[in-house]
């Protein structure tokens, strides 16, 4: 292969590609067993999609990020690094249906207030009908249309879930694996929102959707990811920042050598160990030998969904008092709002706030495409017309785009990917880790988990599962709050 200015760098025996959550806990885990590692990331800043941007005197993270886990010990690294910088927020999150603002998690007086009492008892009947048909048929769903409507009659599911579904993933929910509904809103069931409501009870069994708080880092969600790069860079660890990697070889069933665009400059790495988290796709893409044919059309079938953040600030000190609003109505051209200064005030100037807005896209269409100017045109008459802002309160706005947000699960997607993960299976120094490298649409604390997990791996030569971090079988938003 011909490169330019190709140098031969020094054997590196652990070799990181990707600093997002996965990538930097693995670093991190790493650093806490005296092991450095080279970190290789394509952004000019690291954070993955957990990164916070900043605008003049605003922060704002990519998207809304909050944090929840089943796991302990992620909870006391996040002290460790951020002490009294890790804050605790009251949540509030809201949809906007038809109209009304429905308050999320539901609340049954809030939800009947607003549907009504006659369309309350429509829920209700076609809900136990469902239930019967469901004890009599017995039908095991197919997609993620057939499991919604199982779990909560058609009726309910036509109201905000399969919408907002499509509208995320630009495909009909008849299309889409039961497998999303599975891990986003598994445990979160009509009877456990009664029995809450019932109750009020506050137990830490009841569906993770319905947990009233998150801890979040004071200035921004990043703030974990730059508190690791502090201390690994103190032993050692480097980070080469705007750098990728151009081919990877591998004999004998090993990683061998990497070509790797460090700062426009390719250089030759040589790795004993590789904990990937950049998109499984692209892994095999650079691979050399080629992989199989078999792998090569199995990889060209996986897609990710991208997304794009309009980012607004605002001369008015608040617009709204909910971390997010979610608007499923597809009038309506963006899936989400968000506005950080409502998780913590030093997101944006006292006085002043800001507006993330956001857009579900696939790669190179009209939405991808679009300038600033135009989707600023797209969104500016729907946040007037829901008394959110006006336009002469704009200081100014800017967008971002993230080309690998969500891994796409169609119908025929397990098929795909087993084929990819059976293939780099064999590579004994290669773990794939992470929301893109894993093809998981996990939480930021399960690749938190991956990358501590991977570096365990090579630690202490032990044979941890990464496979199995998030996949427990119910909503991914429950976690240890104390």
Not at 219 to 236: D, P, V
Not at 334 to 355: A, D, Q, V, W, Y
Not at 402 to 431: G, M, T, V, W
Not at 452 to 471: F, M, P, Q
Request: positive net charge.
């Amino acid at each position: 292969m011909k490169s330019r200015n190709l140098q031969i760098n020094s054997k590196q025996e652990i070799l990181i590609l990707g600093a997002g959550p996965a990538g930097m806990s693995a670093s991190f885990e790493l650093h806490k067993a005296a092991k450095a590692a080279m970190i290789i990331e394509k952004n000019e800043y690291i954070g993955g999609l957990a990164a916070t941007l900043q605008y003049g005197e605003f922060k704002t993270d990519i998207g809304p990020h909050r944090f929840f886990s089943h796991n302990k010990y992620l909870y006391d690294l996040i002290e460790d690094l951020l002490l009294e910088r890790w804050i605790k927020v009251n949540r509030l999150t809201r949809f906007y249906i038809n109209g009304k603002f429905f308050l999320y998690p539901i609340q049954l007086k809030d939800a009947f207030s607003n549907i009504g009492l006659h369309k309350t008892f429509k829920v209700a009947a076609d809900y136990s009908f469902q239930k019967i048909k469901n004890i009599l048929v017995g039908k095991k769903a197919e997609s993620f249309e057939e499991q919604a409507v199982a779990d909560f009659g058609r009726i309910l599911a036509e109201l905000n879930i399969l919408n907002y579904t499509e509208k995320i993933w630009g495909l009909p929910c008849s299309e889409i694996s039961p497998d999303w509904l599975k891990q986003r809103i598994e445990g979160l069931s009509v009877m456990e929102i009664i029995k809450k409501t019932l109750t009020s009870s506050k137990t830490k069994k009841g569906p993770k959707t319905l947990v009233e708080q998150f801890y979040y880092p004071d200035t921004g969600t990043n703030s974990i990811y730059e508190k690791m790069q502090e201390r690994i860079l103190t032993g050692g660890s480097i980070i080469h920042l705007k750098s990728y990697p151009v081919k990877i070889f591998h004999n004998n069933k090993k990683i061998t050598e990497i070509i790797m665009n460090i700062n426009g400059n390719d250089q030759i790495i040589i790795p004993d160990y590789v904990i990937s988290s950049i998109p499984i796709t692209e892994i095999i893409n650079i691979m050399e030998p080629k992989a199989p044919d078999e792998v090569l059309k199995a990889n060209k079938k996986l897609r990710y969904r991208s997304h794009i953040s309009l980012f607004i600030t605002l001369d008015k000190p608040s617009v709204f008092p909910d971390q997010w609003i979610y608007f499923p109505d597809k009038e309506i051209p963006f899936c989400r709002i968000m506005e950080p200064k409502n998780f913590s005030k030093k997101m944006s100037p006292l006085s002043r706030t800001s507006l993330v807005v956001e857009f579900f896209c696939w790669e190179n269409d009209k939405i991808w495409n679009a300038n600033k100017e135009e989707l600023f045109d797209l969104s500016i008459k729907w946040l007037e017309k829901l008394n959110f802002i006006k336009e002469k309160e704009i200081i100014e706005g800017f967008i971002h785009k993230e080309k690998y947000a969500y891994p796409l699960y169609d119908l025929n997607y397990k098929d795909h990917l087993s084929i990819l993960k059976n293939y780099l299976k064999q590579f004994k120094n290669l773990q794939c880790i992470g929301r893109a490298g894993s093809f998981k649409y996990n939480n930021q604390d399960h690749a938190l988990e991956m990358g501590i997990l991977a570096a365990r791996n090579i630690i202490e030569g032990e044979k941890n599962n990464i496979e199995d971090v998030g996949t427990e079988q119910e909503y991914f938003e429950k976690g240890y709050i104390k």
